[in-house]
C-alpha cells in the first residue's frame, strides 16, 4: 500500500494517484464462502466491504477495507 503524503499511488508509476473505482458514499463487497469436502464451494450469509482503487496508466489495482470493516477488526481477539 504506497502511500505518498497521504496519496495513493501506484506500484508501476510512483507519480501517479490511484483513482477511486466506485461512486461516492459506495463500496464493493467480496461475498465469503468456504470449500466443501466434496468439492466446489458453498457462499456464506456474510461478505466484506472494500473500497477498489485504480491506476489509469497500467490497471495495477489495490482494495482498502472500509472503514466500518476496519472499526470491527479492531475489536476481533487474533491471539487466542
Known sequence: MPLRNDRR???NHPEEDLVPLQETGTFHIVPLAKLRQEGGYEGLPRATGV???ACRICGYCET???EKEIDLLKTIDFSS
Open 9 to 11: 499511488v501506484c506500484l
Open 64 to 66: 482498502y477495507l472500509t
Open 51 to 53: 473500497l477498489v482503487f
